[in-house]
């Protein structure tokens, strides 16, 4: 199991460049919006904190029902770990700009996420590093395409133990992206947003998930 986590990470480190447009973008806001007196580190890692915490919870969600239908169906592990590949494989096209085929899944997240996010408006303004924790717990569902794909891999994992270290994972991999953008300004999120970069993360998770998918089909 230690490699799906690894997987995981890698996705989420790969894919920090597409969090930049979206998580790094509203990191950079809640900077602005908070007050001065309020340190920009503890703001962001609480902020980064809730974001993750939602990810580890939605990631024990699948994953106690990936076990569940494994179980109680005809559906095997082998079925969602090539699943979880060929998801993977749609996001390197779509980041890409090779394909739309996944902004349909987005556009079902967004509509729970509209049903949340007015709460988020409860926290502001950001007096105090605390009120960043459940400020990024509701931003950590902002529909993303990235993060659904790597849901398909915590719901291969085994367990909701599982699903939540994978997801927690891919957001630790997302992180390093994340605060370069936030405390270096519109210049490193301008650069992070080129499409040569996208292009150049998208073809090395189109070439990660041909391995993975390759691996499926044959063990």
Not at 55 to 63: D, E, N, Q
Not at 192 to 219: D, G, N, T, V
Request: overall charge positive; charged content about 5%.
């Amino acid at each position: 199991m230690d490699s799906i986590y690894i997987t995981a990470l890698l996705i989420g480190l790969a894919g920090g460049v597409h969090c930049v447009g979206m998580c790094g973008g509203i990191a950079s806001s809640l900077l602005f919006s908070a007050t001065p007196t309020v340190s920009r580190y503890r703001l962001l890692t609480a902020y980064n904190f809730g974001r993750i915490s939602s990810y580890s919870i939605a990631g024990a969600l699948v994953g106690y029902s990936g076990n569940m239908l494994t179980q109680h169906t005809f559906i095997s592990p082998k079925i969602l770990l090539i699943f979880s590949s060929i998801l993977l494989l749609l996001l390197g096209f779509y980041i890409g700009g090779f394909t739309q085929s996944l902004t349909w899944l987005e556009r079902v997240g967004g509509r729970f996420f509209r049903l949340i996010k007015p709460v988020s408006a409860r926290f502001l303004p950001l007096n105090n590093a605390i009120k960043a924790i459940p400020y990024g717990m509701i931003w950590g569902w902002l529909p993303c395409g990235l993060v659904y794909s790597t849901l398909a891999w915590a719901m291969s994992s085994g367990s909701a133990t599982n699903g939540a270290l994978v997801m927690l994972s891919f957001g630790v991999g997302t992180l390093p992206a994340v605060f370069a953008t936030s405390m270096s300004g519109q210049y490193t999120h301008d650069l992070f947003s080129q499409p040569l970069a996208r292009k150049f993360i998208a073809i090395i998770l189109i070439i990660s998930a041909i391995a993975l998918l390759s691996m499926a089909l044959i063990h």
